[in-house]
């Protein structure tokens, strides 16, 4: 399967598990079947937008979560793609502890 099924199925994946629901029970709120989730998160499936969409609102996650930076060479700058993809998989809480960290290492550093 391409390279972007693989990173939207690892998507979903980490996701699934922040929310710590069974592929089961997302199965059930989005409308498939079980089995389907698991091949979208193993990257086996070619998924379709709407099912997609189906599965990202039973995670209640924004259906362009999944898209963002996704192809390769998007961002120039490997770094900072690296440092998003680390960033987004992370809860919001965590994310704006971080982002608070980062910015007193920053301040730290111009003094």
Do not use: W
């Amino acid at each position: 399967m391409s390279d972007i099924a693989k990173t939207i199925g690892e998507r979903l994946r980490t996701y699934r598990n922040r929310t710590g629901m069974k592929q089961e029970e997302l199965a059930e709120r989005a409308g498939v079947h079980p089995t389907y989730i698991g091949q979208l998160e193993r990257g086996e499936k070619n998924a379709t937008l709407e099912s997609i969409e189906k599965v990202a609102r039973a995670l209640d996650l924004p259906f362009e979560v999944l898209f963002e930076a996704i192809i390769e060479g998007e961002t120039a700058n490997v770094v900072a793609r690296e440092c998003y993809e680390l960033m987004t998989a992370q809860p919001e809480k965590e994310q704006r502890a971080i982002l608070d960290l980062l910015k007193k290492v920053i301040a730290y550093k111009t003094l």
